[in-house]
């Protein structure tokens, strides 16, 4: 399994990257269940529906509405969400994103999947290069 990251829903919700977006698409329509199955299964935490959320309202004005229905659209597809319950993850984190020039959420992410064996994130944020034990996978 792979992990999936914001800017993947991100770039399907916005068409942004141009040159990004079918691959994006491409990739959140192997996650829709298509009689009672869907052809991949990726894992997130809470911070990419948060993150997403946070960014289409504060940044690009989209009306809680719209939201509601990218988030419920969201919940539809085969993702399985890690919860996070280590408090001394969080510390590392916000020491990680720091030493290497990411963000939080890039770091949270990554000290998820290492804690989870989780090896490679669909992501088009090259932040996920830095961690030396994940691989970072451009959807096609």
Sequence with gaps: MKFIDVGVFLCVALKQPRERYQGCKALLERLEFREGKAREKVATTILTPTVFYFIL???EKISKAQLTKAILS???LNIAFVPLTDGKLIERAARLAEQKGTDFDDALNALTMEKR????????????????WV???VPT
């Excluded at 944020?125 to 830095?130: G, I």
């Design 57 to 59: 309202e504060n940044r």
């Design 74 to 76: 969201m919940r539809a």
């Design 117 to 132: 064996g989780i090896k490679e994130i669909y992501a088009l944020d090259a932040h996920y290069d830095r961690f030396e």
């Design 135 to 137: 691989r970072r996978v």
